[in-house]
């Protein structure tokens, strides 16, 4: 079963969202994490615009959130909204597609203006496939972050630090039994420095989350109720 798996929703590539996702992995590697890739520009056009559902690269990407335990999307703001080719992708899933399943949202955007994307755009359809566990969404913005060839430069301090909060909180819930500071500490952060938790890697689904010290230390650092415009 994969830990964490990221869905890059930018046709482009490189891009700056790309980049986030792969920064993440290799922090949730690092940290004992099993993590996965999806980027539906990958998939191909044909099977995705005509919603070809026993397309050979659709049931791969689909298999690939079935198998995740946690997903993180992110995605450019395109006209107000998230990506088109997301769009394309989510309306493939089942239902329940995302149930059972913690999410973490992400955006990057060429400057402030649609800081609302994530809570009236994207989190709306989340809801809609079954996702109960969404986290607290980052947007960033192109100023924020550099990147290079796909990988991440150098991060804006306070952006990198709010990253790294939420992905240790998935490494708190989902897997290994201690978890090591972020390089950005504060009051915020100092909690998670050597925190022992119960081993949950072999956990089928979510649903421990609803009890527990993990849930606690979730729930204060990184998850929110999913509003609903």
């Known amino acids: 079963m994969i830990d964490v798996l990221t869905i890059a929703g930018s046709p482009a590539y490189p891009s700056r969202s790309s980049a986030v996702l792969a920064y993440a992995r290799r922090f949730l590697e690092k940290h004992g994490l099993v993590t996965d890739a999806l980027s539906i520009r990958d998939l191909d056009p044909s099977e995705l615009l005509t919603a070809r559902f026993d397309g050979a690269s659709v049931r791969a990407g689909l ?22 080719v997301l769009k394309a992708f989510l309306d493939l899933l089942p239902q329940d597609g995302l149930a059972n399943k913690i999410i973490y949202p992400l955006v990057t955007a060429g400057s402030a203006n649609h800081l609302l994307v994530i809570d009236y755009a994207l989190k709306p359809v989340l809801t809609a496939l079954g996702a109960q566990h969404v986290l607290k969404g980052l947007y960033i913005q192109d100023a924020q972050l550099q990147q290079q060839e796909g990988e991440v430069v150098a991060f804006d301090a306070e952006i990198e630090q709010r990253l790294q909060v939420t992905l240790l909180a998935l490494v708190t819930t989902l897997g ?25 890697v072999s956990h089928p689904n979510t649903s421990h989350l609803h009890n527990g010290a993990e849930h606690k230390l979730v729930n204060k650092l990184a998850l929110t109720p999913v509003p609903v415009p």
């Open 176 to 200: 290994p039994s201690t978890v090591v500071k972020p390089a950005y500490t504060g009051n915020n952060t100092s909690a998670l420095a050597s925190v022992p938790v119960a081993p949950l």
């Open 63 to 84: 298999a690939k959130v079935q198998a995740a335990r946690a997903i993180l999307i992110a995605t450019p703001v395109y006209k107000a909204a998230y990506s088109g």
